[in-house]
């Protein structure tokens, strides 16, 4: 007698070694995470109230506070979102070989990439920011400067959460990127009169190729991973589909348990960041005095960038061949950091600020004793400054030499200077980020989940295949964070399961194959026009 399955259109029976998903909801473990959550927050408001009351800042009105509120529960809300959207790639893998149960997956998964998240760089989060227009990261405490910041997040958890409830695994890193080019676009727009700037392109540009180039980095790659081991493991067990509900043999969950380790953890440290950069943003803006240096650099260096910022400013100075600027350098300095075009007066201008920039070095000293009314003006001469240096010296290395190696050496000193007193991120930043992206991993990971585990290939995901997208993933992951790029784990990750699936001749399902490509294609226009229209109306607003 022949006996007869029912099959689902992807090649097995549709529960064949289906996991358990819907795992029973625990008083206990709601109350441990709303616990969580709301130490968080206490956590946060308490580190906002010593660091601006130490700082000295005077509330004259409490509308900014107002303003940081919202807008950090904003960003802190873009972070959540981003931690079940796209952390549920990292544990689709070891859930569908049933390497770990659901419900342990995600909270294992949460806890790596709070780890992730806590030991990152801060590369990748002024890389995103370098990517706004320079006049509203200079004036970020404005109402242009606020329209930015929410338009930018809210469009980017709007897209999130809509892909999301689609079930489709988009990319959280391009959303955003998206959204910051939609706000340059508008803001150049809306002030069309006035030469502002807009996106800086070739920061775009490079951030979009590593986006791009990723996830077919990941396909290949996962593939020729896969290929490799069938060639030098010959143990059939690891190319199988899970039998059941049986957990694999207990070497291959080891593998399986830290490559989802590693994803969890690569994606803390990269995806992290953004929400941090941004976090930074809003602090500078209503809290200048508090934020917009680094109060924490240790007295000793203080010493040590009056030192380097002398020795640059005679570096400077031969370059602006005796021409002095009459008036504001900032806007000549603005303008070279928004065209990238040495002309005349881009030494001479840069000269004049270095300057004042020593002047204030030698007046005040520490950071943290500013004053008040100084402070904001102080840090956005510094983030000139810097900008202004990488800027000439990618000019040194793509055209004719601009410096002499000594006078690199003394450049490069010099800048590094500038950036520890600029591009800092205080530890609580970090905690609250951490939490928002660990606890968003443990809600709502089910649908990316089952599109990752169930819809890419036509067969069950097999161990060896789980095993190579994840391991792929987070070293593409972990090097990006290296060079300070934003990457998608979510493109790297799909990108990878398919790619053993074409590797492994198991098919692909063509329609979730469509719609994760209409998702990618979609996402930065969509991006753009969302963040883009909400500027406008926000600009009317503030």
Known sequence: MTSMTLDNGTGHAPDAGKPKLDA????????????????????MAYSLYQDISSAGTPATTWLPFILLG???????????????????NAVATVIYTHAMPANVAVVWSGFFNFLGVMMASGAVAFGI?????????????????????FALLIAAIIWNLGTWALGLPASSSHTLIGSIIGVGLANQLYNSNSGTSGVDWSKAIEIGQSLLISPVF????????????????????????????????????????????????????NDGQKGMGL??????????????????????????FRKTAIAASAVIDQKALGYSIIGDPRQNVTRYVSDRTIDDSTFPALSALNKEIVKQVETYGHPSKYPAAVVGNARNDMYLASEAMKHIFKADKKEEKIFTAEDLKVMTAYKASLDDATRFIPFWVKVVVALALGLGTMVGWK??????????GKSHLTYAQGA??????????????????????????????AGTMAANKSGLQMSTVRNMLMAWVLTLPCAI????????VLRQVF
């Not at 473990?29 to 927050?41: D, H, P, R, S, V």
């Not at 070497?251 to 490559?259: D, E, K, N, P």
């Not at 990316?448 to 819809?455: D, H």
């Open 24 to 43: 029973p909801k625990s008083l206990s473990a709601l109350a441990f995470f709303a616990g969580i959550m709301t130490a968080g927050l206490a956590y």
């Open 70 to 88: 919202v807008a950090m529960l904003i960003a802190l809300g873009f972070e959540f979102v981003n931690g079940f959207h796209d952390t549920a």
């Open 129 to 149: 920011i370098s990517l706004l227009p320079v006049e509203l990261i200079l004036n970020v405490g404005s109402g242009a400067g606020f329209a930015m910041v």
């Open 218 to 269: 990941g396909f290949i790659a996962a593939a020729l991973v896969f290929l490799t081991l069938k060639i030098l493991v010959k143990s059939p067990e690891l190319y199988a589909e899970p039998k059941g509900n049986k957990p694999p043999p207990l070497w291959i969950r080891a593998v399986l348990i830290a490559t989802c380790t590693g994803v969890s953890f690569a994606h803390g440290s």
């Open 279 to 304: 976090i930074m943003l809003i602090l500078i803006g209503c809290a200048p005095t508090a934020y917009a240096l680094n109060r924490a650099i240790p007295a000793g260096d203080v010493d040590t």
């Open 447 to 456: 649908r990316i989940v089952v599109t990752v585990g169930e819809k890419i």
């Open 468 to 497: 190579s997208a994840e391991l792929v993933a987070a070293a593409t992951i972990a090097a990006a964070d290296v060079y300070g790029l934003p990457v998608s784990t979510t493109h790297i990750l799909s990108s990878g399961v």
């Open 529 to 536: 026009l969302i963040s883009g229209t909400l500027f406008v």
